[in-house]
T-cell receptor, first 117, second 114 residues
Framework: DAGVIQSPRHEVTEMGQEVTLRCKPI?????LFWYRQTMMRGLELLIY????????DSGMPEDRFSAKMPNASFSTLKIQPSEPRDSAVYFC???????????????FGEGSRLTVL | AQSVTQPDIHITVSEGASLELRCNYS??????LFWYVQSPGQGLQLLLK??????LVQGIKGFEAEFKRSQSSFNLRKPSVHWSDAAEYFC????????????FGAGTILRVKS
């Protein structure tokens, strides 16, 4: 299995630009998670989906952030407009658990390192 | 509020020495407990997990962890550290009554000196 695939691995953009991060979860996994990692705040859960439906988006920092999962094999995290404080590594992870019963064994992608100038 | 505490930000051990990384949690009931490892530039990888039963759990790469209910702790151990163990280690907690979300500690960076 190819594992969780994220793109791009690195993104450098200017403040005010739109950023779209992409994730392909492991085939057959029912839950997908977006995390943000910074030195100051550590790992923060932004949003998670189960069977393509957003279950909890309480970690999304503000309206500039949005996430979609149009099908079981693809998700996007969009930031519009981006700001320097959004600079971080964004991880996507998937879990093989069934609805309402995640296993807790997350499989992480290698992350997308975002730098907003 | 629920929380996961890893009191040590950095730990340095000599290669071949034993290792213990501390983790304490604050939850109303016994949650599910995990340890993950992150190598530089990589995503996190599960080392081991505790759901119930035997309080000493074995994981990959020779790691083990012990759940102590009385201390609300889930410390990670390894009897003999290898240079390749240098990484950042995260304790995580999942309490189903809080929505099946993993909450991660701040992490402990392990340095191994030869």
């Amino acid at each position: 299995d190819a594992g969780v695939i994220q793109s791009p691995r690195h993104e450098v953009t200017e403040m005010g630009q739109e950023v779209t991060l992409r994730c392909k979860p492991i085939s057959g996994h029912n839950s997908l998670f977006w995390y943000r990692q910074t030195m100051m705040r550590g790992l923060e859960l932004l949003i998670y989906f189960n069977n393509n439906v957003p279950i909890d988006d309480s970690g999304m920092p503000e309206d500039r952030f949005s996430a979609k999962m149009p099908n079981a094999s693809f998700s996007t995290l969009k930031i519009q407009p981006s700001e320097p404080r959004d600079s971080a590594v964004y991880f996507c992870a998937s879990d093989s658990g069934r609805a309402g019963s995640n296993t807790g064994e997350l499989f992480f992608g290698e992350g997308s390192r975002l730098t907003v100038l | 509020a629920q929380s996961v505490t890893q009191p040590d930000i950095h730990i340095t051990v000599s290669e071949g020495a034993s290792l213990e990384l501390r983790c304490n949690y604050s939850y109303g009931a016994t949650p599910y407990l995990f340890w993950y490892v992150q190598s530089p530039g990589q995503g996190l990888q599960l080392l081991l997990k505790y759901f119930s039963g035997d309080t000493l759990v074995q994981g990959i790469k020779g790691f083990e962890a012990e759940f102590k209910r009385s201390q609300s702790s889930f410390n990670l151990r390894k009897p003999s550290v290898h240079w390749s163990d240098a990484a950042e280690y995260f304790c995580a907690v999942d309490a189903p009554e809080y929505g099946n979300k993993l909450v991660f500690g701040a992490g402990t960076i392990l340095r191994v000196k030869s």
